[in-house]
């Protein structure tokens, strides 16, 4: 074997090796910010909270991870990024594991909000790593795997969670996930991403904040996860119930269908990422490939809408999970699209930004989803409102976003400390 060749094959074996530790990263991190939903119940009772308290623990989360995207943009651009995400994965897990110390709502509280600082920087880092160490016609299957990972983390939690808490108690669930999570600290420091010198560290250029934001394809991005996010967090919030207020599904039926989004997703996803990489990879636009399979995999996801209008529940599960398996046949392609646009040196900031618009939509839908059902006392409408997001979203990258090819920075390269 040439030494070029062994260069190469060695080159995949470390892009598999860092990509699996990601994948298990994205896993622990959808463990730890599902568990209190797990543990609702019993977290109630032991603390004396009513649900509208109980509401408020759970939207915690999601107000420093949406805000603590920029600065963890900024901070993965600017630094060796093996060490900010080390950092942000202990700050996660030790606030996991002090959750189960908490003696008061606002203990739980405090907890809730340094996970979300904690797990701000997963996405920027993964986007910055991908970014600089998979060509594009990997990506597709890079993110896929991500995807999967971020899916099998709340199917994997409900599983681990119900079995811990039945043995052991709610708290042991806490303190155990967090401090049995830092193992996965070891193999990221002896084998994470290294393709950085300091000296490309000190003359790489960066894109600025301002640069990225005066971009019409930035923006297109933003909103196109905005709708994106806020569809499937109305799935994920509100799904088990409509099976049960409206479907009146038995809390066993309601289990079984509800593990299979997570399940579904996960698959639909690696198939989608794959397909997309292999057209690339054999000559295909990665415009016309990354956009066929984001706007149209939106567009299949609109079965949702006559899922809610059908009778009969056969028919609406089935439309149901041809909707969720067409959810992931876009959601590594959107992140591929942002990592090529940006490119190395700008996908920290811009998947920082884009993720914080990201989840406004999972904090807009579950509320006004809410609202929708007290007022009319039916989903319909929230299924109707869900479907126009997602076309909004087909149009946003349809539209906004243009062709998909890395965009020249007007920076200087700059000198960092």
């Given at each position: 074997?040439s030494?070029?060749?062994?260069l190469a094959n060695?080159l995949?074996?470390?892009?598999?090796v860092v990509?699996?530790?990601?994948?298990?990263s994205?896993c622990?991190?959808?463990?730890?910010?599902?568990n209190?939903?797990?543990?609702?119940?019993?977290?109630i009772?032991?603390?004396?909270?009513?649900?509208?308290?109980f509401?408020e623990?759970?939207?915690a989360?999601?107000?420093?991870y949406?805000f603590?995207?920029?600065?963890?943009?900024s901070?993965v651009?600017r630094?060796?990024v093996?060490?900010?995400?080390?950092?942000?994965f202990v700050?996660?897990?030790?606030?996991t594991?002090l959750t189960g110390l908490?003696?008061?709502?606002?203990?739980?509280?405090?907890?809730?909000?340094?996970?979300?600082?904690?797990e701000?920087?997963?996405?920027?880092?993964v986007?910055r790593i991908?970014?600089g160490?998979?060509?594009?016609?990997?990506?597709?299957?890079?993110?896929a795997?991500?995807?999967?990972?971020?899916?099998?983390g709340?199917?994997?939690g409900?599983?681990i969670?119900?079995?811990?808490?039945?043995?052991y108690?709610?708290?042991?669930?806490?303190?155990?996930?967090?401090l049995?999570?830092?193992?996965?600290?070891?193999p990221?420091?002896?084998?994470?991403?290294?393709f950085?010198?300091?000296?490309?560290?000190?003359?790489?250029?960066?894109?600025g904040?301002?640069?990225i934001?005066?971009?019409?394809d930035?923006?297109?991005t933003?909103?196109g996860?905005?709708?994106?996010?806020?569809a499937?967090?109305?799935?994920?919030?509100?799904l088990p119930?409509y099976?049960?207020?409206?479907?009146?599904?038995s809390?066993?039926?309601?289990?079984i269908?509800g593990?299979?989004?997570?399940w579904?997703i996960?698959?639909?996803?690696?198939?989608?990422?794959?397909t997309?990489d292999?057209?690339i990879?054999?000559?295909?636009?990665?415009?016309r490939?990354?956009?066929t399979?984001?706007?149209?995999?939106?567009?299949l996801?609109?079965?949702?809408?006559?899922?809610?209008?059908?009778?009969d529940?056969?028919?609406?599960?089935?439309?149901?999970v041809t909707?969720?398996?067409s959810?992931?046949?876009?959601t590594s392609?959107i992140?591929?699209?942002?990592?090529?646009l940006?490119?190395a040196?700008?996908?920290?900031?811009?998947?920082?930004?884009q993720?914080?618009?990201?989840?406004f939509?999972?904090i807009?839908?579950?509320?006004?989803?809410?609202v929708i059902?007290?007022?009319t006392?039916?989903?319909?409408?929230a299924f109707v409102g869900?479907?126009?997001?997602?076309?909004?979203?087909a149009?946003a990258?349809?539209?906004i976003v243009?062709?998909?090819?890395p965009?020249?920075w007007r920076?200087r390269?700059?000198?960092?400390?």
């Amino acid at each position: 074997m040439s030494a070029s060749a062994a260069l190469a094959n060695k080159l995949n074996r470390v892009q598999w090796v860092v990509l699996t530790l990601l994948v298990l990263s994205i896993c622990i991190n959808y463990i730890d910010r599902g568990n209190l939903a797990v543990a609702g119940p019993f977290v109630i009772r032991d603390l004396h909270l009513s649900k509208t308290q109980f509401g408020e623990l759970s939207s915690a989360f999601f107000w420093t991870y949406a805000f603590g995207q920029i600065a963890a943009g900024s901070l993965v651009d600017r630094y060796d990024v093996r060490w900010i995400y080390g950092a942000g994965f202990v700050i996660w897990s030790v606030a996991t594991s002090l959750t189960g110390l908490a003696e008061s709502f606002g203990a739980v509280f405090a907890f809730r909000l340094v996970l979300g600082v904690g797990e701000s920087v997963a996405y920027p880092s993964v986007s910055r790593i991908i970014a600089g160490s998979f060509p594009e016609r990997r990506r597709g299957t890079a993110n896929a795997l991500i995807d999967a990972g971020s899916k099998a983390g709340p199917a994997l939690g409900v599983l681990i969670g119900g079995l811990v808490i039945k043995h052991y108690g709610w708290r042991m669930l806490f303190i155990a996930l967090g401090l049995g999570s830092l193992v996965w600290l070891v193999p990221w420091f002896i084998w994470g991403p290294r393709f950085e010198t300091a000296e490309s560290r000190r003359q790489r250029q960066s894109a600025g904040i301002l640069e990225i934001l005066g971009k019409r394809d930035a923006w297109g991005t933003f909103l196109g996860l905005f709708c994106i996010n806020y569809a499937w967090y109305f799935l994920v919030m509100w799904l088990p119930s409509y099976l049960i207020m409206e479907r009146h599904f038995s809390t066993e039926a309601m289990a079984i269908f509800g593990s299979l989004p997570f399940w579904g997703i996960a698959i639909s996803s690696i198939a989608g990422g794959w397909t997309s990489d292999r057209w690339i990879a054999h000559g295909r636009s990665p415009t016309r490939v990354r956009k066929t399979f984001v706007v149209g995999g939106m567009l299949l996801t609109t079965l949702i809408v006559p899922a809610a209008i059908v009778r009969d529940p056969v028919t609406c599960m089935a439309l149901l999970v041809t909707a969720c398996l067409s959810f992931g046949l876009f959601t590594s392609n959107i992140w591929a699209i942002t990592q090529t646009l940006a490119g190395a040196d700008a996908s920290g900031k811009w998947t920082g930004w884009q993720n914080m618009f990201g989840n406004f939509g999972g904090i807009v839908a579950p509320y006004v989803t809410g609202v929708i059902v007290d007022k009319t006392g039916q989903f319909l409408l929230a299924f109707v409102g869900a479907g126009v997001a997602l076309v909004l979203g087909a149009a946003a990258y349809l539209v906004i976003v243009g062709k998909v090819e890395p965009i020249v920075w007007r920076v200087r390269p700059r000198v960092l400390s």
